[in-house]
């Protein structure tokens, strides 16, 4: 954590070549020859990790907690060259924090948060594209995040028919403890659901360090992934 930085700038690099490596494996076989954006998630990393990562090519960044991202973001060198992804579970309270620099909202799990993103995004003169979140746990854990798979569609459509959102798609975490796989099949069913009625929202938000490999095999089109390319998060909050 403490390294130099040019020694930590080598050691993201390393990191960032063997995630790449394996994102190009899954593709292989999975058949796959459209393209999969990799999400580095920065959470308690400091904003030059997040610069170091930009001049490395990355070009998504991850962040789960708002007040820590909105001073992160504050800070970068290379802002403009990056897009910046809320992944965390959202408070109603500080929905409106992060329409001032989030460009994507990827948590999106009831109409409430709808409501304030459109507001808060309307304030700013801001569009953001929004993925809704869907609960893979089965049966349904409250409080992990993520809508029930059938009140997916539901959200989806307030997204769509909200001025300053673009839906673009569907985002979820693996169950704790379950076979990836099978949960990310289910994702893939939901996310085609909502295209039957949104053709456009494509994206698939799938896979961290542990489960990338699974998460590509079943179609995902944007992978989160932090401590195979930051290294072991700090214990702090
Ligand atoms: C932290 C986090 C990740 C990254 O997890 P790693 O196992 O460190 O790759 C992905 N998605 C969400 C929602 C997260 O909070």
Redesign the pocket.
Known sequence: MTLPPTQRRAELAANLAAVRSRIDRARVVAGRADPVTLIA?T?YFPAGDVDLLCELGVRDV?E?KVQEATAKVAGLAHRGDIRVHF??QLQSNKVRAVTAWADVV??VDREKLVTGLGRGALEHGRRIDVLVQVSLDDPHVPGR?GAAPDGARRLADLVAGTESLTLRGV?A?APVGADPRAAFARLAEVARGIREDHPQATWISAG???D?EEAVEEGATHL???????GS?PSLG
């Open positions: 998630v959470k991850g789960n992944i965390g990827q948590s995040g985002m975490v961290m360090s542990a990338l989160r992934v932090g401590t195979a390319i930051l998060r």
